[in-house]
Nanobody, 126 residues
Framework: QLQLVESGGGLVQPGGSLRLSCTASGFNSDYFAIGWFRQAPGKEREGVSCIPRRGGRTNYADSVKGRFTISRDNAKNTVYLQMNSLKPEDTAVYYC???????????????????WGQGTQVTVSS
């Protein structure tokens, strides 16, 4: 069964860091682009970052550029999202998703992604 599982969320103070992990099971994530999305209460889901299946050009939402870094370890079937200089407005449920077409463009749209994890909560608060 194809599954994505996010982990690493939690409560952090403004200016702090977290690293989220997205681990795939039931399929080889090497063949998929992976995206990170987030959804805050009362807001639409937002594309945060994406990475093509074998690395290469990554993309970020303007709101996280310079603070977040996406990377992948295909040997571990895992994609990471390193989040630094966190702000209260980063508070959201974060989801990872897999795109079988391997599309990772400047616009990170949820409609390009086929498989989704269950999400992990990130709360940035003092």
């Amino acid at each position: 069964q194809l599954q994505l599982v996010e982990s690493g969320g939690g409560l952090v103070q403004p200016g702090g860091s977290l690293r989220l992990s997205c681990t795939a099971s039931g399929f080889n994530s090497d063949y998929f682009a992976i995206g990170w999305f987030r959804q805050a209460p009362g807001k639409e889901r937002e594309g945060v970052s994406c990475i093509p299946r074998r690395g290469g050009r990554t993309n970020y939402a303007d709101s996280v550029k310079g603070r977040f870094t996406i990377s992948r370890d295909n040997a571990k079937n895992t994609v990471y999202l390193q989040m630094n200089s966190l702000k209260p407005e980063d508070t959201a449920v974060y989801y990872c998703a897999a795109d079988s077409i391997n599309y990772c463009g400047a616009t990170i749209s949820e409609y390009d992604y086929d498989y989704w994890g269950q999400g992990t909560q990130v709360t940035v608060s003092s």
